[in-house]
């Protein structure tokens, strides 16, 4: 059974960083395609970044530059490394992943992503 969990959340200022985790179960996290979206209040969930297979990222223009995406299969977790932070990255932020293994490439697109964690909320203050 597949289990996605999120941590690291929590309230920082503008200009900090942050860096969330997604501990996986049931699969090895460097076996599928990865993802991180977000969700601000009244608004839609967006994808921001993703990790495929080989280890090559995809990132959304709101956070290039700024975010980062790494995974360690010993954890069995996935991270986003955020810096820079904006109030506009105030949101609930999930990772999910892709339903089958092994596919080389990774985009943004929800659909495409069959497993979610529950989300960690992150707030960034002026």
């Known amino acids: 059974q597949v289990q996605l969990v999120e941590s690291g959340g929590g309230s920082v200022q503008s200009g900090g960083s942050l860096r969330l985790s997604c501990t996986a179960s049931?699969?090895?996290?460097?076996?599928?395609?990865m993802g991180w979206f977000r969700q601000a209040p009244g608004k839609e969930r967006e994808g921001i970044g993703c990790?495929?297979?080989?280890?090559?990222?995809n990132f959304a223009d709101s956070v290039k530059g700024r975010f980062t995406i790494s995974r360690d299969s010993a954890k069995a977790s996935l991270f986003l490394h955020m810096n820079s932070l904006k109030p506009e990255d105030t949101a609930m932020y999930y990772c999910?992943?892709?339903?089958?293994?092994?596919?080389?490439?990774?985009?943004?697109?929800?659909?495409?992503?069959?497993?979610w964690g529950q989300g960690t909320q992150v707030t960034v203050s002026s």
């Open positions: 999910a992943a892709y339903e089958r293994p092994f596919v080389v490439g990774c985009s943004l697109p929800q659909e495409r992503y069959k497993f």
């Open positions: 049931g699969f090895t996290v460097s076996s599928a395609s």
């Open positions: 990790i495929d297979v080989t280890g090559r990222t």
